[in-house]
T-cell receptor
Framework: DAKTTQPTSMDCAEGRAANLPCNHS???????VYWYRQIHSQGPQYIIH???NNETNEMASLIITEDRKSSTLILPHATLRDTAVYYC???????????????FGKGTHLIIQP | DADVTQTPRNRITKTGKRIMLECSQT?????MYWYRQDPGLGLRLIYY???????NKGEISDGYSVSRQAQAKFSLSLESAIPNQTALYFC???????????FGQGTRLTVV
């Protein structure tokens, strides 16, 4: 799996957009970018994933650069409940096309300030 | 009810004891996983299973064993617990398409 680099921590004001960067310069052509978050010792929660196109869902947007060496997760209107550790994971799905065996690094601790 | 349920939620056990952590899911998913998380670190994969006849070792399987009793149940055993197995343990599931994994609420295990 390609390694990822994320800032250790970030602050964002409530109501503003939170932009979380992730570098994955060694990503290969068939590796997907996944984002999960973990709110204080709870089970991680899936946010979004993508291969090369930008993606948006009800939680967030994922912007992947054209060379796919980095990506940004955007939370458009951050709330206090978005305070969590955010994990960027790059992974080739195992046989069958599943998001299997996710490898979680240390992630970015996002703190939303009131 | 939660889609992925782990029992117990908290457990303190003594060194050398055998302990089993249980996981059940109502998602109807084929794939199940066990992870551990140590303070300040990310999650590491212990074992995973693609169906009831399939068991695979993850990154840190030494000292652990698993049993897939049914599609909905996947248990993790520590045959002889040791203090460095003190951690937060998570079970997860995904379907065969697997765009996302669903995690349980975790089991906090302390080995004294």
């Amino acid at each position: 799996d390609a390694k990822t680099t994320q800032p250790t921590s970030m602050d964002c004001a409530e109501g503003r957009a939170a932009n979380l960067p992730c570098n994955h310069s060694t990503i290969s052509g068939n590796e997907y970018v996944y984002w999960y978050r973990q709110i204080h010792s709870q089970g991680p929660q899936y946010i979004i994933h993508g291969l090369k196109n930008n993606e948006t869902n009800e939680m967030a947007s994922l912007i992947i650069t054209e060379d796919r060496k980095s990506s940004t997760l955007i939370l458009p209107h951050a709330t206090l409940r978005d305070t969590a550790v955010y994990y960027c994971i790059v992974r080739v799905p195992l046989a069958g096309g599943g998001a299997d065996g996710l490898t979680f690094g240390k992630g970015t601790h996002l703190i939303i300030q009131p | 009810d939660a889609d992925v349920t782990q029992t117990p939620r908290n457990r303190i056990t003594k060194t050398g004891k055998r302990i089993m952590l249980e996981c059940s899911q109502t998602k109807g998913h084929d794939r199940m996983y066990w992870y551990r998380q140590d303070p300040g670190l990310g999650l590491r994969l212990i074992y995973y299973s693609f169906d009831v006849k399939d068991i695979n070792k993850g990154e840190i399987s030494d000292g652990y064993s698993v049993s897939r009793q049914a599609q909905a149940k996947f248990s993790l055993s520590l045959e002889s617990a040791i203090p460095n197995q003190t951690a937060l343990y998570f079970c997860a599931t995904s379907d065969h398409i697997g765009k996302e994994a669903f995690f349980g609420q975790g089991t906090r295990l302390t080995v004294v």
